[in-house]
T-cell receptor, first 108, second 117 residues
Framework: GQSLEQPSEVTAVEGAIVQINCTYQ??????LSWYQQHDGGAPTFLSY????GLEETGRFSSFLSRSDSYGYLLLQELQMKDSASYFC?????????FGQGTELSVKP | DAMVIQNPRYQVTQFGKPVTLSCSQT?????MYWYQQKSSQAPKLLFH???????NEADTPDNFQSRRPNTSFCFLDIRSPGLGDAAMYLC????????????????FGPGTRLTVT
């Protein structure tokens, strides 16, 4: 079967660093995507890992360990505008299976 | 700007009355997806088109159908909406690659929020 786990909510303060973990069990795994969704908005692509290791894109980084079926999204220098839901989504050859999402609240 | 457009943004329909949601894209992407997202839940893939090839998810109810008359447009038809079909419906696109696979990055439209009364 397929399963995805990520924390339901995380709270942090402005300027801090936060890590959102994702563990997955899925067939036909190509890589792990991360999407951000603000309340009432559309998901937007943040990062993708096809291979093990760290991918860095500005303040956001994502990590993947295929052997552990585990990944994380790291957000640095948090800003208020980062308050949103973050979804990990294993890529099954162009099909995304979204996790339940982690609601990040950034406090002043 | 190249984009994914969904109309209308808000749609109200009556229980059992057929409704069609529209999606268009100016990205010229081969692949178009429809997702259903209920409140505080993850987007759930309903089906996708790779060019004209239709791919239905196994657990998508028969009540949901789709049409893609050309590259730019895709429609979601709900034949007999029930109260449980009230949700945000998201359209997304992605590039098909020369290998026949699909790019990992999907571009989402703003969604249509469907209310069933």
């Amino acid at each position: 079967g397929q399963s995805l786990e990520q924390p339901s909510e995380v709270t942090a303060v402005e300027g801090a660093i936060v890590q959102i973990n994702c563990t997955y069990q899925t067939s036909g795994f190509y890589g792990l995507s991360w999407y951000q969704q603000h309340d009432g908005g559309a998901p937007t692509f943040l990062s993708y890992n096809a291979l093990d290791g760290l991918e860095e894109t500005g303040r956001f980084s994502s990590f993947l360990s295929r052997s552990d079926s585990y990944g994380y999204l790291l957000l640095q220098e948090l800003q208020m505008k980062d308050s949103a839901s973050y979804f990990c989504a294993p890529n099954q050859g162009g099909k995304l299976i979204f996790g339940q999402g982690t609601e990040l609240s950034v406090k002043p | 700007d190249a984009m994914v457009i969904q109309n209308p943004r808000y749609q109200v329909t009556q229980f059992g009355k057929p409704v069609t949601l529209s999606c268009s894209q100016t990205l010229n992407h081969n692949v178009m997806y429809w997702y259903q997202q209920k409140s505080s839940q993850a987007p759930k893939l309903l089906f996708h088109y790779y060019d004209k090839d239709f791919n239905n998810e196994a657990d998508t109810p028969d009540n949901f159908q789709s049409r893609r008359p050309n590259t730019s447009f895709c429609f979601l038809d709900i034949r007999s909406p029930g109260l449980g079909d009230a949700a945000m419906y998201l359209c997304a696109t992605s590039r098909g690659l020369s290998s026949g696979s699909i790019s990992y990055e999907q571009y989402f439209g703003p969604g249509t929020r469907l209310t069933v009364t």
